[in-house]
T-cell receptor, first 113, second 110 residues
Framework: EAQVTQNPRYLITVTGKKLTVTCSQN?????MSWYRQDPGLGLRQIYY???????DKGDVPEGYKVSRKEKRNFPLILESPSPNQTSLYFC????????????FGPGTRLTVL | EDQVTQSPEALRLQEGESSSLNCSYT??????LFWYRQDPGKGPEFLFT???AGEEKEKERLKATLTKKESFLHITAPKPEDSATYLC???????????FGTGTRLTIIP
């Protein structure tokens, strides 16, 4: 089954404790991206990657890092999480190197205390 | 700065009562406008891509249209299973970024 998977689905952590949210897709897609979704603000793009070793900033990259060492994986790293990073995070992928039809993962709900 | 505004924020309809959702945008050089559906607790699900003014796409009870300033998502004779939040997003030439609106929460009452 074609899908985007994210882990963990739920995470509660404390300020400053480094964490990684994994994202993996099995559709051989070149394009992958991370979004955060907050009430009243909608979906905002954090980072995107057009292919292996190619990443670029979206609208809200501060406080986040990403890497794309393999085509299928695109982890989101929070080196020193803060409470304002409490949010619902989505990973997405699409074929080609543009934002065509994107397939979204199920989401990761992160709470930073 | 690219802007996407969706209206209304929320819409309640009786089953079978047709209506339209609006997505207005202010961008320089539209490459594509996208519609997604999002159910509670789930990731968005792709519906349509529109590329140029005058273009229309249909899927079951949904029809999306595009002008130079806005897009409409028309819902004909909706059913309760059409209840969801509908999101639109835009992409401009020369930029791989997607800018989303805040969505319209649609509720269809049986």
């Amino acid at each position: 089954e074609a899908q985007v998977t994210q882990n963990p689905r739920y995470l509660i952590t404390v300020t400053g404790k480094k964490l990684t949210v994994t994202c993996s897709q099995n559709m051989n897609h070149e394009y992958m991206s991370w979004y955060r979704q907050d009430p009243g603000l909608g979906l905002r793009q954090i980072y995107y990657s057009m292919n292996v070793e190619v990443t670029d900033k979206g609208d809200v990259p501060e406080g986040y890092k990403v890497s794309r060492k393999e085509k299928r994986n695109f982890p989101l790293i929070l080196e020193s999480p803060s409470p304002n990073q409490t949010s619902l995070y989505f990973c997405a992928s699409s074929s080609g190197t543009t934002n065509n039809e994107q397939f979204f993962g199920p989401g990761t709900r992160l709470t930073v205390l | 700065e690219d802007q996407v505004t969706q209206s209304p924020e929320a819409l309640r309809l009786q089953e079978g009562e047709s209506s339209s959702l609006n997505c207005s945008y202010t961008v320089s050089g539209l490459r594509g406008l996208f519609w997604y559906r999002q159910d509670p607790g789930k990731g968005p699900e792709f519906l349509f891509t529109l590329y140029s003014a005058g273009e229309e796409k249909e899927k079951e009870r949904l029809k999306a249209t595009l002008t130079k300033k806005e897009s409409f998502l028309h819902i004909t004779a909706p059913k309760p299973e059409d209840s969801a939040t509908y999101l639109c997003a835009v992409q401009v030439f020369g930029n791989e970024k997607l800018t989303f609106g805040t969505g319209t929460r649609l509720t269809i009452i049986p």
